[in-house]
């Protein structure tokens, strides 16, 4: 299976004094599911936001798709967050815009035509189960729908890597069986590669992962 | 209704600024247009009495002073008019010479003083009678009124930029989370702003319309009713079509500077 997501030596910071992961070496491959676990502050949610190229690496390498993500350039960058499913602990939705707008988000700015986009749109709330809520605005929603919503966004454009930032952290325990069901199906049957920071893995996951923790001093291990 | 009270409420706080702007921009341009024609006229009927000993040309007048532009002589029998006199031709040849003397500009008291000074200095001039008094006072209260206006025109502008610089600070409160999320999605920069560009060239172009209607009203209504003379002369350089597009232009660049501002400051997270 090729590489996905390749660290070496990975040193990352915000400022010059404090390193939050230190000499990080892993490699992530094709339709791996991964967790990404550690106490709070030890830099889980900093290591996504290097995947994603929204902090560079101060130190090391970081291959994200093939992009070396030190010199990655703006409109390589934009290409490359295209290219991904992104999911947040609390959603990042536009409030503005209603769900199908929201869903198809990606697709916009790919320029993909109305009608793709409004087909893709019904398949994908079908496929979350919220077929019907195409018209309401994200605060109209319960917190469970809202990341179903966020979790149909991601897929929108069959990305090759989704990077999910605490997924379940703001729901109760039905809403996130759904959105774990929703991972593995994304994993299991488009070999998406699905990288997943987490306080807590979900006591049932009925698909074999991978499992990193960092600990308190930034360096990251392979656990399982 | 409710829709258009919508619209008003999203488009009045950027055109209201915007609108203040360009009236300040309009009634420089058209506050310079028709000062410099009343500047022209108050030049124009101004002279300079010049009395010499001898028979003087215009290039003799400009050897003593660049600023003389026309030279007119008052003819002797003229002055004489009204006077019973029995040797009048003798009188009259013994008499010196009358000179009108216009200048190019409308000069200020100092620089006026220095053509006096100048004329001086020829021997075959006897007398210099500049009207100062008059003068000053027209000059001064003229520049007086040029100043205050400008003063207005910077307050309302300086005013109109603190209100455009507050609209910012709203439309970063209410774009910035939809712009972080499609830069974390990979829109480039013009796809981000997309929405904002649209908005505030819709309000660059309400404003520009708004500002010309309020020029052409004042141009058709108030000046025609008006009993003030200067504006009734200037009336056909109150609103020129082609100002239409300078506030198009203006109001179109100010808003394009702002929308840049407000885009680049909203980072990913």
Redesign the interface.
């Known amino acids: 299976m090729p590489n996905v997501i390749t660290a070496n030596n990975l040193t990352l910071s915000y400022d010059q004094d404090d390193e939050v992961i230190k000499n990080a070496t892993f490699i992530i491959k094709k339709g791996d599911f991964v967790f990404i676990t550690g106490p709070s502050g030890s830099g889980k949610s900093t290591l996504l936001k290097s995947f994603?190229g929204?902090l560079k690496p101060r130190e090391g390498s970081l291959v994200i798709g093939g992009l070396d993500m030190i010199d990655i350039k703006k409109p390589k960058?934009?290409?490359?967050?295209?290219?991904?499913g992104?999911v947040f602990q609390d959603y990042?939705?536009?409030?503005?815009?209603t769900v199908e707008k929201n869903v198809v988000?990606?697709l916009w700015?790919?320029g993909y035509s109305a009608e793709v986009q409004s087909t893709q749109a019904r398949r994908l709330l079908h496929h979350v189960k919220l077929s019907g809520k195409e018209d309401k605005y994200p605060m109209e929603l319960s917190g469970g729908e809202q990341q179903r919503v966020g979790v149909a966004?991601a897929l929108a454009k069959n990305p090759f890597l989704i990077l999910a930032d605490e997924p379940t952290g703001n729901l109760d325990e039905y809403s996130s069986n759904v959105i774990w069901d929703l991972m593995e199906n994304a994993c299991q049957q488009l070999d998406t590669t699905v990288v997943v920071v987490t306080h807590r893995i979900p006591m049932v996951f009925n698909i074999p992962y991978r499992h990193f923790t960092i600990d308190e001093n930034g360096s990251v291990y392979e656990v399982h | 209704m409710g829709a258009f009270m919508k619209f008003i409420k999203q488009h009045i706080s950027l055109i209201f600024p915007l609108v203040a702007i360009l009236l300040g921009l309009e009634f420089f341009i058209v506050f310079d247009r028709t000062t410099d024609t009343y500047e022209k006229s108050l030049s124009d009927s101004y002279s300079i009495m010049v009395v010499a000993r001898e028979e003087m040309s215009i290039d003799d007048f400009k050897t003593w002073d660049k600023h003389i532009l026309g030279v007119k002589e008052l003819s002797r029998p003229e002055a004489l008019r009204g006077m019973k006199l029995v040797d009048k031709k003798s009188l009259e040849e013994s008499l010196p010479y009358f000179y009108k003397i216009k200048l190019d500009n409308l000069l200020g008291i100092q620089a006026l003083e220095q053509v006096k000074q100048n004329l001086t200095k020829s021997d075959t001039i006897k007398r210099i009678e500049t009207f100062s008094s008059t003068y000053k006072s027209q000059y001064e209260l003229f520049m007086f009124i040029k100043f205050s206006f400008g003063l207005f025109i910077v307050f309302m502008t300086i005013i109109g930029f603190f209100l455009i610089v507050k609209q910012m600070e709203v439309w970063n409160f209410l774009h910035a989370?939809?712009m972080?999320?499609?830069e974390?999605?990979?829109?480039?920069l013009f796809?981000r702003s997309k929405v904002l560009i649209n908005m505030a060239v819709i309000d660059a172009i309400l404003s520009a319309i708004l500002t010309s209607s309020i020029f052409i009203a004042l141009k058709n209504i108030w000046v025609s009713d008006s009993e003030m003379k200067i504006l009734k002369e200037h009336v056909s350089e109150i609103f020129f079509v082609s100002d239409f597009f300078i506030l198009l232009f203006a109001s179109i660049f100010v808003v394009l500077i702002a929308v840049f501002l407000v885009v680049i400051n909203v980072k990913?997270?």
């Open positions: 994603y929204n960058l934009q290409e490359l967050r295209s290219h991904l992104i990042k939705l536009i409030n503005e815009w988000l990606p700015i790919s966004r | 989370q939809r972080k999320v499609m974390i999605f990979g829109a480039s796809l990913g997270e």
